[in-house]
């Protein structure tokens, strides 16, 4: 123990953390050479089937997480949030085809569209088909390959098509030993003309040292591979290899060269991405770069941002070869601020429907592939990432997506158009982006919502925008290419896809070709949906917006101005434009003025429209008539415009405060004001009450337009320090408002302590006596009405089927005094309805010791628990089955216990006998210790009061401990959970933030 307690002491006096510098240059780590293995045509004799068994493909390796509660911008929604769908008309996808139907999970869908095939994989196996969709090979194991290849299925598999080479690539990692695997089709066709195989092995022992999650990308100088390997320290290590292209494509030894990414900082898991070079001009050799986002959340990064590294290889001398820290783009140029995190770095994230468990978000991945295309005037690389956009603890997944451009001849690059994809309350990720010859771009994702007014089984659809559209909006309206039908079949890890793939057609460089995973019953199923965005017909003309009238107070003589947009390659002009109101009488007059191909001009019609009546909806029917047009589905927009009345306002929201712990004795009162009315409103009567007490009333001096909304915060603070629950109600009080029902808004909330001290137990309400398997507390005072009895004991066997709990109140009163009983089995620190064992039994005699029996659910967690006993009178005020709710009469008490099965192996209770120690230093600085034998990785994870996960990183064990800095001081005061332990046996323990 002397010398445990000497390793705390210099853990405690030192700490190192290495900060590269901006600008930093390294030399490659590690410089290898590997010869090619032939691979052959297939022949049918040498196929080797597809696998059918359910297989855990590859769980992403996670390094301690750096995710600092509290820390991170921006605290409110997103800044760049689309919040609603794209409105210009789009063709549903061209065709789809499954490429793959498999237990394998997840599973990784990846593939690509040469000039005459698709070439598909997945974990661990692929397929090739024709331009239609037709398969030419089955789905076979990546094993059939042959070379290298062969007896090789570990998966991760990605396929680039190098259309500098007419070449197809397919890349897998290996664990036998640590290795990238490479097939280089030796001609451009895949199925006959045989491959080249390749293993650049990646220097290291140990599960850390996998290139888990490679990805490739074509360069003019080598094929990039970005792998999450050494996150514990990719500073230090190889992460980056490139491989010898032009080598490779002849069959030659070809080289590998492996760098660090200096300055990188990561919350556990590592995934950077290189530009993927698509078109018809190879980049120039050398400043090949690698992007990563840097998310302020994360420990060492002091605001959101990309990072961009540029590598130069020396073919001739490897030596002389180097990675070096390029660019920032932060705040000052042009990236605005994101939430990348998601329940502090842990992976099951996203709700399905009917409670089928949360799904991974894959959080803190630059998703594949980040593509690069050469234009006349500049060069361009799309990239895009997971965000959440909701600032409270729910969350709501977006997709953050960007295009960076620079000089066409290199140089450094700007963020052109950036944007964050929300349009309803969905959630949208495992997105794919890519940019095509002309400069549109798609964007291909999985869709999720566990809403019951809306259930979404994941599901893949896509949206895009034309290369003149404003900048940082999907303008095309969302489309779907496949619905799910059933939620994820992984109900214990919630794995999903790991990633997508969209690709663009090689043959015309428009076609866009996505590839995603989503669910039948218990198939996991790959569909790759096909679609285009660039203007397939010379003359093509559509009405896609009503700009005006808007819903207002209006008159006799309204104008008409709608957005008229060619969707053509041809420029048009001297056709007619209509309009009719409520089926009546048409308006038809001449566009006369030329609009160029892609673009969208106003058009205001001269003749006016009576809508003078209010109150009414009235249906507008606009449309373009152009001879020849070579698409009608698109001539005619249907808009419903409402004349409003003059006064109409409303508190639409209440913002702030919201359940939390802890709230104090002024808490400021936010509300939403909203103009309902078809007037502009200023000078606005609003006002609040807490319980339907006295009033507070206050003026909001601004102006808010028609249809428009404003923020206003009280100057008269609300006190709801008091533990329990609260109605506020807030309401605007405008003279001869036409609606007074939708004036007001009712907000529930709640002061969530969750260690109710202050019920009464003067008088014998509630427990003095506790027993559970021999663990006795007698004579227990009545003090606050809450005890904290933690530092408990009590074993409780899994294995056998009944236990009895005894307790004694000094109060009896016919059926009111009872009590109930919780054991939070998913340590997330809320005792929830499920884990309820005794629900509302009546103490039936006072100062009576008495009995009662209570069973585990089957299955129960093993390991450390909190258990958590309520009893009182339930005649008065306080709800028993609210386990955080102040009780007028009663007592509160919280225990631990340990759930053990004897049935069996005693390795799984390797952590029963460790010592948990959290220390708290200055500035909320938590140290936490775990003293055990035990010396595989441990998760640790930590909850907020209201079951929030805040935290869940890795971890290692230094010398005779476990030892983990915690950094606390931007989380709010208050008490959280923390758990230490593997996924089947941990240890629990509360401690508190000040």
């Known amino acids: 123990m002397r010398k445990f307690y000497a390793l705390l002491f ?39 089937p597809a696998g059918e068994e359910y297989e855990i493909y590859n769980p992403r390796e996670r390094g301690i997480s750096k995710v600092v509660p509290g820390k991170g911008l921006p605290r409110g929604g997103d800044p760049v949030m689309q919040r609603t769908m794209g409105n210009v008309p789009s063709r549903a996808p061209l065709f789809s085809f499954n490429v793959a139907e498999t237990k394998a999970t997840p599973t990784d869908p990846t593939g690509v569209a040469g000039p005459n095939h698709y070439v598909n994989a997945y974990n661990s196996a692929f397929s090739i088909y024709d331009k239609e969709g037709n398969q030419l090979l089955p789905p076979v194991s990546l094993s059939s390959i042959g070379g290298e290849f062969e007896n090789e299925s570990d998966g991760d598999p990605i396929v680039v098509y190098d259309g500098f080479a007419d070449r197809y690539v397919i890349s897998q990692l290996s664990t036998s030993p640590n290795s990238v695997l490479i097939a280089v089709s030796k001609g451009p066709d895949p199925v006959n003309d045989g491959w080249y195989t390749y293993r650049f092995t990646t220097p ?60 990188i900082k990561n919350n556990g898991f590592y995934s950077p991405a290189g530009f993927n070079a698509r078109g018809n001009e190879n980049p120039p050799l050398g400043n090949a770069p690698i992007v990563y986002l840097q998310d302020d959340a994360w420990e060492g990064v002091s605001e959101d941002h990309l990072k961009i590294w540029e590598v130069n290889v020396d073919w001739n001398n490897p030596a002389n070869s180097s990675v070096s820290e390029s660019q920032e783009l932060g705040a000052a140029e042009g990236v605005s601020a994101f939430r990348s995190v998601f329940d502090g770095g842990g992976h099951r994230n996203l709700a399905q429907p009917e409670e089928a468990g949360d799904i991974d978000a894959l959080q803190a991945i630059m998703m594949y592939s980040t593509s690069f295309r050469r234009f006349e005037t500049h060069n361009s690389v799309v990239m895009n990432f997971v965000v959440d956009v909701e600032p409270t603890a729910a969350k709501h997944a977006a997709i953050r997506w960007y295009e960076l451009r620079q000089p066409p001849n290199g140089g450094d690059w700007s963020v052109y158009q950036e944007g964050t994809y929300a349009p309803d309350g969905s959630d949208r990720f495992c997105g794919s982006i890519n940019i095509d010859a002309e400069g549109n771009i798609g964007l291909g994702y999985a869709v999720v919502n566990d809403s019951p007014s809306n259930p979404v089984f994941p599901s893949l659809r896509f949206t895009g925008r034309y290369f003149y559209d404003e900048p940082g909006i999907m303008t095309i309206e969302e489309q779907s290419i496949v619905e799910g039908q059933s939620p994820n079949p992984d109900f214990k890890y919630g794995r999903y896809g790991d990633y997508s793939h969209l690709s663009v057609d090689a043959a015309d460089g428009l076609t866009f070709w996505f590839n995603g995973e989503y669910f039948e019953g218990d198939q996991r199923i790959n569909k790759v949906g096909v679609f285009k965005i660039q203007p397939e017909l010379d003359n093509d003309l559509g009405i896609v917006a009503l700009l005006e009238p808007e819903n207002a107070t209006l008159g006799s003589s ?118 309902l009315g078809g007037m502009p409103l200023q000078d606005i009567p609003l006002s609040y009450d807490i319980g339907y007490g006295p009033e507070v009333r206050e003026v909001f001096e601004g102006e808010i337009p028609v249809g428009d909304y404003a923020v206003y915060t009280f100057s008269e603070t609300a006190d709801l320090s008091k533990t329990g ?44 006596y506790f027993e559970l398997n021999g663990v006795e507390n007698d004579n227990i005072r009545c003090e606050t009405g809450y005890g904290d009895f933690t530092g408990s004991g009590i074993e409780l066997d899994r294995a056998e089927e009944d236990f009895s709990v005894t307790v004694e109140s000094a109060w009896a009163n016919g059926d ?74 009663g007592t509160t008490h919280d225990y631990t216990v340990n759930i053990t099965d004897s049935t069996l192996n005693l390795e799984d209770f390797i952590l029963n006998d460790a010592k948990l120690y959290v220390l708290n230093r200055v500035n909320n600085q938590i140290r936490i210790v775990l003293e055990t034998t035990f010396d595989e990785p441990l998760q640790i994870t930590v909850f907020d009061i209201l079951g929030q996960k805040m935290l869940q990183n890795f971890m290692e064990k230094e010398e005779e401990a476990y030892v983990y800095n915690l950094d606390m001081s931007y989380a709010a005061k208050g008490v959280y959970l923390l758990r230490v332990g593997t996924g089947k046996v941990g240890k629990v323990q509360r401690f508190i933030v000040k």
């Not at 390659?569 to 434009?577: A, C, H, I, T």
């Not at 109710?756 to 137990?761: A, H, K, L, N, Q």
């Open 816 to 889: 009111d005094e009872q009590f109930s009983m919780w054991i939070d089995f998913n340590d997330n620190a809320v005792f929830e309805d499920n884990e309820l064992l005794i629900d509302s039994e009546v103490i039936t005699e006072a100062s009576t010791r008495l009995s009662y029996d209570f069973s585990l659910p089957q299955g129960a967690a093993l390991g450390q628990h909190l258990l958590r006993i309520r009893a009182g009178d339930t005649s008065f005020a306080g709800d028993l089955n609210d386990p955080c709710n102040v009780m007028g009469y």
């Open 558 to 675: 309204e104008e008409i101005s709608v957005s008229v947009r060619n969707f053509g390659e041809l420029p048009q002009s001297g056709f007619e434009v209509s309009y009719t109101v409520d089926g009546g009488e048409m308006v038809t007059e001449v566009f006369e003025e030329t609009i160029q191909p892609g673009s969208s001009v106003k058009f205001t019609f001269s003749e006016t429209a009576d809508l003078s009546e209010i109150g009414t909806e009235y249906e507008l029917v606009v449309s373009t008539e152009l001879n020849g047009d070579g698409n009608m589905d698109n001539d005619a927009f249907t808009a419903i415009v409402k004349n409003l009345p003059p006064v109409d306002g409303g508190v639409t929201s209440i913002d702030a405060p919201s359940s939390m712990r802890l709230l104090g004795g002024s808490e400021a009162i936010t509300v939403t004001i909203e103009n």
């Open 725 to 768: 629950k609260y109605t506020i109600r807030a309401r605007t009080n405008l003279e001869g408002d036409a609606r007074p029902s939708n004036d007001e808004t009712l907000k529930n909330l709640v002061n969530i302590n969750c260690i109710p001290e202050g019920s009464d137990c003067s008088l014998g309400d509630g427990l003095f």
């Open 10 to 48: 210099f853990l405690f006096l030192f700490q190192t953390n290495a900060i590269a510098q901006k600008g930093e240059v390294s030399a490659p780590l590690y410089i290898e050479t590997s010869k090619p293995v032939q691979g052959s045509a297939f022949s049918e004799s040498e196929l080797i």
């Open 204 to 263: 290291g022992l140990g599960i850390r040292r996998v290139p888990d999650y490679p990805k490739i990308s074509v360069w003019g100088d080598g094929y990039y591979i970005t792998s999450n390997k050494d996150a514990l320290s990719p500073e230090d290590n190889e992460v980056i290899f490139v491989v010898e292209r032009e080598k490779m494509l002849i069959g030659e030894p070809a080289r590998v060269l492996s760098f660090p990414l200096p300055g």
